[in-house]
């Protein structure tokens, strides 16, 4: 029993790892869009291209990913980390150069497309193996519930972390916007420093450097920090059990609406906070209190988790921001208003998209309860699980950004037509609380509850007691 606990510093060391999934996710999640429209100033088309084709590629290397891992041999690493460092040095400078501005137009659309795809395989080779990982840290089901806990904190902090960097650094060097027929330019001596834009591009630079050096430390600290224990680990008809899986299926569908819903509001909440409440200057700050809220209110949503389980959790959470999704956009622009609002927001952020991952395990237990004699599919668990994540993210940043299109948004424009301030409206709210409401109706026919979970747990431990004693019995006479 006691070689299969974890320390603390273990745990932290485990929890560090998951730090550069969320800190990068969240600078592309809320930046990328902008900066490819108002930076690097691709027509609203090709930037939606650009942030399709790259998810939907993302999404589709997460099975053939989760599929090679599980192929992968055991070395004396484990199977899960080589992945994680060997894939650290090209993801790191592939997400340098996705912020970069290069030097020439005409290849531009090629350049990012490239560049955001490499980033999402390599990204793809260290989030699967890593997700995986939590079913070969420990064979207890309360080890993994506590390191998955340490995780959650430390995904949160990396947000915050991620929102600040690129938000704080780009905050101070902001594309300037470029008046139109209508707009009216106070001071025209300074005209010319409207249309300067090396400042933001140097910015962006900045942030992504910064960024790439916590993704080298946090693998660094991962490798170094956590063992794998060894599992058999057989493919067999693998994929066909997974999404057979009853439950597993159900909690996929909750992810893949209620993910799309926040990814509509993340991918375009900079800019409408930018564009349509004005606030061009204050929507770091803004994206940042969000964050901080949701850290803060990690340890109420630990609590409320185990007080009253991890299905009601997600619920209650999923609900209580909707009505903030709401008054954001009903409430008249105020700087102080939103900010409160934000603030509330946040709360429930934490809860409706990071608590469904701490679900995942409970399925993978039920799995493996209802399939004794099927093991080594945890890896195709999770990357399935993100594949319909990125997909959800795919759908949702190329649509928005297509919608912004046919609105007639306006790259760097100081003002915008009454269409685009309409459709921001409409992919900030109505949209998000459409989808998260789906996939709460889905989450009401979710059947693991804790007293399955429960169950589950004692039946797989009596499962491994029962192994260990045949382990025994069979050294014993082999002695004899």
């Known amino acids: 029993f006691h070689r299969n606990r974890l320390s603390v510093c273990n745990k932290i060391c485990y929890a560090v790892g998951g730090a550069p999934y969320q800190i990068t996710g969240c600078a592309l999640g809320f930046f990328l869009q902008i900066y490819l429209l108002d930076v690097a100033q691709l027509d609203p088309f090709y930037a939606s291209i650009i942030l399709f084709v790259g998810r939907a590629w993302d999404a589709i290397t997460d099975p053939t990913v989760g599929f090679l891992v599980s192929r992968s041999p055991w070395t004396r690493f484990g199977r899960m980390l080589p992945w994680i460092v060997l894939s650290t040095p090209l993801a790191v400078l592939s997400y340098f150069l996705i912020w970069y501005v290069p030097p020439f137009e005409d290849g531009k659309v090629i350049w990012y497309l490239f560049f955001y795809c490499i980033f999402q395989t390599l990204q793809t080779c260290f989030h699967v193996p890593y997700s995986a990982l939590t079913m070969f840290i420990s064979s207890e089901q309360k080890e993994r519930d506590s390191a998955t806990a340490y995780r959650m904190t430390v995904e ?14 780009v905050g101070m060097a902001n594309a300037p916007c470029l008046p139109g027929p209508g707009d009216i330019i106070a001071n025209l001596s300074n005209s010319s420093k409207l249309l300067n834009n090396s400042e933001p591009k140097a910015a962006y630079m900045i942030a992504s ?23 058999p680990m057989g493919f067999f008809q693998g994929i066909k059990l997974v999404m057979g899986h009853g439950p597993y299926a159900k909690l996929v569908m909750v992810f893949l609406f209620t993910s799309l819903g926040f990814m509509l509001l993340e991918g375009n909440f900079a800019l409408f906070c ?34 009253f389980g991890k299905k009601t959790a997600v619920c209650v959470g999923s609900l209580s921001v909707i009505p903030f999704m709401i008054l954001v956009v009903c409430v008249k622009s105020n700087l102080i208003v939103t900010y409160i609002v934000s603030f509330a927001a946040g709360v429930g952020v934490a809860a ?4 469904p991952w701490s679900m995942l395990p409970d399925v993978v237990d039920d799995f493996q309860v209802q399939n004794p004699d099927s093991t080594g599919h945890e890896a195709l668990f999770y990357s399935f699980y993100v594949f319909f994540t990125k997909f959800a993210s795919g759908i949702s ?12 948004y306006i790259s760097r424009g100081c003002t915008q037509p009454a269409a685009v301030d309409l459709t921001l409206k409409l992919l900030v709210s109505a949209a998000p ?20 979970r429960q169950g ?16 025994t019995d069979s050294t014993e006479l082999a002695i004899v």
Request: charged letters at 15%; aromatic letters at 12%.
């Open 156 to 169: 949160v902090l990396g947000t915050v972390l991620g929102t600040a960097i690129q938000g704080q650094i």
């Open 209 to 231: 450097g910064v960024i790439c050096l916590i993704y080298v430390l946090c693998a660094i600290v991962l490798f170094f920090g956590v063992r794998e224990q060894k599992e």
């Open 274 to 307: 930018s564009s349509t409440l004005g606030f061009r200057n204050d929507f770091q700050n803004i994206l940042l209190v969000i964050m901080l809220s949701a850290t803060l209110a990690i340890p109420f949503w630990q609590w409320f988790l185990s007080r």
């Open 352 to 355: 409706a998209f990071l608590l």
């Open 397 to 408: 940043l190329g649509i928005s950004t297509l919608s912004l299109d046919f609105a007639g």
């Open 433 to 452: 609380v459409a989808l998260i409401l789906i996939g709460l109706v889905i989450l009401y026919w979710y059947p693991i509850d804790e007293e399955r």
């Open 456 to 471: 589950n747990r004692k039946l797989l431990q009596e499962q491994r007691d029962n192994e260990a004693d045949s382990e």
